[in-house]
């Protein structure tokens, strides 16, 4: 590493603020409280802005270039929504604010439950879940609480296919069931015969990806969810990739009875860092009394006694206004999250669905599915794809292998970077061999697939020419080839002064 650390930067005696002289009697702190091991850097405000704005230019991000993540839907997060997000009366909410004052936080949270209910196809949305992970839980959660409800106590078994994120398991696991692993067919479909097999009346559900994680529509989705329904269990469909079906699938009218929304995918908002996430459940009628809370309703004035009364007596207030309040399910399961969810995205979330518009949500749509077959059949010129006898949706895995050379994705992955791309999501899903991920959003042009498909054509004949620039790559970046093994051998996980 040859950035200094803040640590090492300065000299005694230098200062980036500076006090005015106080107006009261100055006083020591006591002795007891203060820290003499404490090895604060003492830096000037010029010190510290270039320390702190080179290191924000060292990582790659989706405002330096292109960053084709698989499954991550890593698209351009507009700034509109980053304006609108920023203003006082949301970012100046508190979540203990009484309700009447919080009205326009309110009002965003309806109007996104509304906006995401219709586009998935659903009778209703909670937007508490803090990311997909969440949402899966809170989702495998109001499956089980359904079915003890019903008084259906035999079912402990969540059935998902091989080809699934490593989350699914994950949540099903941690919320105390067990996972069957159903594997795929040769056409990269759940395999029906396997399914039917498994199908009994101890099955809480399955949890799907549609399109799965090959990029592919599920050829016999139908199949599928009236095997489900038929041995008692609900459909959960993980709703990571809804960006290849806005405004064109609903989800709900396929059958399933849960998805999950990732706000930090599909709808715009930004991932980690510049986050939080956020994945919203929507369900079918019979999942509603069980969805996490609480929720945003609108009440209009018959529904509130009191506010009627006081219109009647020629109080203040708009009769034709909802009003809108927080509540809680019937048989909810519960919080997913402290107080309402992460609220900022919400007001990025609804300002990008409402900017696009329910026609926009379709384009969307489209054009990433455009994008992603126009790179597959490029990509496709360099590396082998399975199953390329079909039409792939928002995104496609190919094998990172070039015949007569040694090198392998995870190399080809590193070199990459060299070019300035983010590199694909490698060795995901598990089924495929060497696999790259790669999925490059509608919000990139044609000029930057291309550059992409072309660095891939160049790092393969690499591969075959000198082997050892791929094997060793990346070369430009601020940090090189790491040490892999050692790394999760000998963690290192905090500063220690030299
Ligand atoms: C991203 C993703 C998830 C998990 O979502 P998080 O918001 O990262 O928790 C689940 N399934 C698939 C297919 C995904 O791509």
Same mark, same amino acid.
């Given at each position: 590493?040859?950035?200094?650390?803040?640590?090492?930067? *300065?000299?005694?005696?230098? @200062? &980036?603020?500076? $006090?005015?002289?106080? #107006?009261?009697? +100055?006083?020591?702190?006591?002795?007891?409280?203060?820290?003499?091991?404490?090895?604060?850097?003492?830096?000037?405000?010029?010190?510290?802005?270039?320390?702190?704005?080179?290191?924000?230019?060292?990582?790659?991000?989706?405002?330096?270039?292109?960053?084709?993540?698989?499954?991550?839907?890593?698209?351009?997060?507009?700034?509109?929504?980053?304006?609108?997000?920023?203003?006082?009366?949301?970012?100046?909410?508190?979540?203990?604010?009484?309700?009447?004052?919080?009205?326009?936080?309110?009002?965003?949270?309806?109007?996104?439950?509304?906006?995401?209910?219709?586009?998935?196809?659903?009778?209703?949305?909670?937007?508490?879940?803090?990311?997909?992970?969440?949402?899966?839980?809170? *989702?495998?959660?109001?499956? @089980? &609480?359904?079915? $003890?409800?019903?008084? #259906?106590?035999? +079912?402990?078994?969540?059935?998902?296919?091989?080809s699934a994120h490593g989350t699914n398991p994950a949540s099903t696991t941690m919320s105390g069931l067990d996972t069957v692993e159903i594997p795929s067919d040769g056409r990269g479909n759940l395999d029906l015969q396997a399914l039917r097999a498994a199908c009994d009346d101890t099955v809480v559900g399955l949890m799907i990806t549609n399109p799965n994680t090959l990029g592919l529509f599920e050829e016999h989705i139908q199949e599928v969810v009236e095997l489900i329904h038929g041995c008692g269990g609900l459909v959960y469909g993980d709703g990571a990739n809804m960006n290849a079906l806005l405004g064109?699938?609903?989800?709900?009218?396929?059958?399933?009875?849960?998805?999950?929304?990732?706000?930090?995918?599909?709808? *715009?908002?930004?991932?980690?860092?510049?986050?939080?996430?956020?994945?919203?459940?929507?369900?079918?009628?019979?999942?509603?009394?069980?969805?996490?809370?609480?929720?945003?309703?609108?009440?209009?004035?018959?529904?509130?006694?009191?506010?009627?009364?006081?219109?009647?007596?020629?109080?203040?207030?708009?009769?034709?206004?909802?009003?809108?309040?927080?509540?809680?399910?019937?048989?909810?399961i519960g919080r997913m999250k402290a107080f309402h969810g992460h609220s900022g995205i919400f007001v990025r979330a609804y300002t990008y669905i409402r900017m696009y518009g329910s026609q926009g949500m379709r384009k969307i749509a489209e054009h990433s599915v455009l994008n992603a077959n126009y790179l597959q059949s490029r990509v496709g010129r360099t590396f082998p794809i399975p199953h390329d006898n079909r039409t792939c949706m928002h995104e496609f895995v190919a094998e990172g292998t070039v015949e007569g050379s040694q090198v392998r994705a995870l190399d080809i992955s590193k070199r990459l970077m060299d070019f300035g791309f983010h590199p694909p999501t490698n060795y995901f899903p598990l089924i495929v061999h060497e696999a790259l991920m790669i999925e490059p959003t509608e919000t990139e042009s044609k000029a930057t697939l291309d550059a992409f498909a072309e660095a891939l054509a160049t790092i393969a004949r690499e591969a075959l020419e000198d082997p050892e620039l791929v094997q060793t790559a990346p070369h430009s970046t601020p940090v090189t080839r790491l040490d892999e093994v050692k790394a999760v051998r000998e963690l290192v996980l905090r500063y220690t002064a030299p």
């Amino acid at each position: 590493m040859t950035e200094p650390l803040i640590y090492e930067l *300065g000299a005694p005696g230098r @200062r &980036a603020i500076r $006090l005015p002289e106080p #107006d009261v009697p +100055r006083a020591d702190l006591p002795e007891a409280m203060l820290r003499k091991d404490l090895n604060l850097p003492e830096v000037s405000e010029l010190e510290v802005v270039r320390h702190f704005t080179r290191l924000s230019t060292l990582n790659h991000s989706i405002d330096r270039g292109f960053y084709p993540l698989g499954s991550c839907t890593m698209k351009y997060n507009p700034r509109v929504a980053e304006d609108l997000a920023r203003l006082p009366g949301f970012a100046r909410a508190h979540p203990l604010q009484d309700e009447e004052s919080a009205q326009g936080v309110l009002f965003v949270m309806h109007m996104l439950q509304e906006w995401l209910r219709e586009i998935g196809g659903f009778a209703g949305v909670s937007l508490q879940p803090a990311a997909g992970a969440h949402g899966e839980f809170a *989702g495998i959660l109001m499956m @089980r &609480a359904y079915h $003890l409800d019903q008084g #259906d106590t035999k +079912r402990t078994k969540i059935l998902i296919p091989d080809s699934a994120h490593g989350t699914n398991p994950a949540s099903t696991t941690m919320s105390g069931l067990d996972t069957v692993e159903i594997p795929s067919d040769g056409r990269g479909n759940l395999d029906l015969q396997a399914l039917r097999a498994a199908c009994d009346d101890t099955v809480v559900g399955l949890m799907i990806t549609n399109p799965n994680t090959l990029g592919l529509f599920e050829e016999h989705i139908q199949e599928v969810v009236e095997l489900i329904h038929g041995c008692g269990g609900l459909v959960y469909g993980d709703g990571a990739n809804m960006n290849a079906l806005l405004g064109v699938v609903r989800p709900g009218e396929l059958g399933f009875d849960v998805l999950h929304y990732n706000l930090h995918k599909t709808f *715009g908002t930004p991932h980690g860092g510049g986050g939080p996430g956020s994945g919203p459940v929507g369900v079918a009628a019979r999942l509603v009394p069980f969805l996490p809370g609480p929720i945003a309703v609108a009440l209009m004035p018959e529904d509130e006694p009191d506010r009627s009364k006081a219109e009647d007596n020629g109080e203040e207030g708009d009769l034709e206004m909802p009003i809108y309040r927080l509540a809680m399910p019937a048989k909810s399961i519960g919080r997913m999250k402290a107080f309402h969810g992460h609220s900022g995205i919400f007001v990025r979330a609804y300002t990008y669905i409402r900017m696009y518009g329910s026609q926009g949500m379709r384009k969307i749509a489209e054009h990433s599915v455009l994008n992603a077959n126009y790179l597959q059949s490029r990509v496709g010129r360099t590396f082998p794809i399975p199953h390329d006898n079909r039409t792939c949706m928002h995104e496609f895995v190919a094998e990172g292998t070039v015949e007569g050379s040694q090198v392998r994705a995870l190399d080809i992955s590193k070199r990459l970077m060299d070019f300035g791309f983010h590199p694909p999501t490698n060795y995901f899903p598990l089924i495929v061999h060497e696999a790259l991920m790669i999925e490059p959003t509608e919000t990139e042009s044609k000029a930057t697939l291309d550059a992409f498909a072309e660095a891939l054509a160049t790092i393969a004949r690499e591969a075959l020419e000198d082997p050892e620039l791929v094997q060793t790559a990346p070369h430009s970046t601020p940090v090189t080839r790491l040490d892999e093994v050692k790394a999760v051998r000998e963690l290192v996980l905090r500063y220690t002064a030299p």
